[in-house]
């Protein structure tokens, strides 16, 4: 997978993996990385998958509409990258932190709903359900946020709070933190993100 891999300044602190949103590239989310742990390692991945040109890391039949089949073959995908990439790299495989965006977020919540050592934690803006009725891995000690918007178009609130039961029913522990932004991505959520960060 297309990536961008820079080596931080504390091999102790966890890596960031940056999942970017549709249209979106392996540069987007590095100015958040910055913010929410400057000191970190930062694997940030280009999805595979390309919608009219524009990146993504799984297909959809309509707008909320998941491919799942596509889903769980491109988990399985991103999951065996991170493999790869902390052997190529010499990272703590068991010490990454996802940070996704929009279609990166629902990617980062379909690798904590399918394998439950891809993710020590993650950082979810604007995800929806990646899949429902399904049994989930246990997932205690995990920490996640979810970032939504009370008025978010293409993920209504109630995704968000589905999102959290199914989390927390598995085991997570799980922020909720509410913007009034739709789905756009808001400094004051990045900063509550990076805040949350900071305390687990």
Known sequence: MKHIFQKGNDQSKPTLLL??????????LLPLAKEVDKDANVLSV???????????FFKRLAEGVFDEEDLIARTKELNEFLDEAAEEND????N???IGYS???NIAASLL???????????????????RGIDLPDLAGKNVFIGAGTNDPICPAQE???????L?????SVELHWEKNGHQLAYSEVEAASKWYQNI
């Open 96 to 98: 990454i932190i996802a």
């Open 113 to 131: 709903f399918h394998y439950q050592d891809s993710l020590k934690s993650a950082i979810l803006h604007h995800p929806m359900v990646p899949r």
């Open 46 to 56: 280009r999805g595979n998958v390309s919608e009219n040109g524009m990146p993504r």
């Open 160 to 166: 968000s709070e589905d999102l959290k039961s199914l």
């Open 19 to 28: 999942l970017h949103g549709t249209g979106g590239t392996e540069q987007d």
């Open 91 to 94: 990272f703590d495989r068991n």
């Open 168 to 172: 927390e029913n598995a085991g997570a």
């Open 103 to 105: 279609n990166g977020a």
